[in-house]
């Protein structure tokens, strides 16, 4: 097991996290309550301390599970509960608000749903250009005044405008989209956060299971699942990024023994990511969890694998697609 610090909390966190996005159902064909506590008991059980959630994810039902599923446990002192806020929705319609009214209920709203009195990591979800960084800033640095919130957090966020929170209160996480397929954050705000003594969280690990060894050509996503309308999983970028992780996988498989799965998260851990998110709703999603440790990818490991990379993938997409409206609906009154 492998830890990393956050700034602002006592605990340490493991280096990988349990994402629970797929858990709360939206957008990723539905949610099973059972199934979902006992994939956050597995990870608990596994050594894992970091739980990552959001109430976007299924309308609150994320939180919700997260919240049963940490009562039943127990043992809340050595876990590590990170949240976000910011986005908000009316009839699965969802936008982005920051206002100072919308944190201090959605705060609220949290910390009921998970059952808690403080929330260790709290992390801005996208951000809103019609609030003020300085308003969004100090509201945060007055919840954690109140002992509401440990430590701040912002997800999705550049480097200009992590650099003027900062100007109003200390930054201790980013949660960037960081995987082998989707590696933006490489030049700019991975060593921003190096540089700053900011933690990273990097989530998209398995990039949507393209990275997990178990998608096929003619894998079929269901109801409202996002691989729907991701642009990596149509014609002919499918067949490409399959191609990659096709190669991967048999690389590591023969030079370390190793799953994809793995090496997904080895890759993202060994380029300086502070925690690797690790998505799953199943128990047996995680078995493979125990092959990331205990080894380390070398420079021309990297350089293999970025040859590999660059001879499958002519056309790479980022994560973009997944950004919520910067306008709020019409119908909402403030």
């Known amino acids: 097991m492998e830890w990393t610090a956050i700034p602002h909390l006592e605990k340490k966190a493991t280096r990988i996290g349990l994402g629970t996005w797929a858990i709360g159902g939206w957008m990723w064909g539905g949610s099973d309550e059972t199934l979902a506590i006992s994939t956050i008991h597995q990870a608990l059980d596994q050594g894992l301390n970091f739980i990552d959630t959001a109430p976007v994810y299924g309308f609150g039902t994320s939180e919700e599970i997260v919240g049963k599923a940490l009562k039943q446990y127990g043992q809340r002192e050595k876990i590590v509960i990170a949240t976000k806020v ?8 969802v936008y982005r608000d920051s206002s100072r009214a919308s944190l201090l209920k959605e705060v609220e709203d949290s910390l009921r749903r998970l ?17 003020s960084i300085e308003e969004l800033a100090t509201t945060l640095k007055e919840l954690q005044k109140q002992g509401k919130i440990r430590a701040i957090g912002v997800s999705n966020f550049s480097t200009e405008q992590m650099d003027a929170f900062r100007h109003y209160t200390p930054l201790d996480a980013l949660q960037p989209p960081f995987n082998l397929f989707e590696r933006e954050i490489e030049q700019t705000e991975l060593p921003y956060c190096r540089k700053n003594g900011i933690a990273t969280v990097g989530y998209g690990s398995l990039c949507r299971g393209l990275l997990s060894g178990k998608l096929r050509k003619d894998s079929k996503f269901e109801g409202d699942d996002l691989r729907k309308i991701d642009p990596k999983f149509k014609a002919p970028r499918y067949s490409h990024y399959l ?37 799953a709703r199943k128990p047996e999603q995680l078995k493979d969890m125990q092959t990331v440790w205990n080894w380390k990818l ?29 306008e709020k609906p019409a119908f909402i009154q403030h």
Do not use: N
């Open 243 to 279: 191609e990659a992780a096709d190669r991967l996988q048999t690389w590591v498989k023969d030079k370390y023994q190793k799953p994809l799965l793995a090496l997904a998260v080895r890759w993202a851990l060994d380029s300086g990511i502070s925690i690797a998110l690790w998505g």
């Open 115 to 131: 059952q808690v009195d403080y929330i260790d990591l709290y992390q801005v979800h996208w951000p809103d250009p019609s609030v």
């Open 298 to 326: 070398f420079p021309e490991d990297f350089e293999e694998i970025d040859r590999i990379l660059q001879a499958c993938i002519k056309d790479p997409i980022g994560p973009e697609f997944m950004a919520p409206p910067l």
């Open 86 to 93: 910011g986005l908000r929705w009316k009839d699965k319609t």
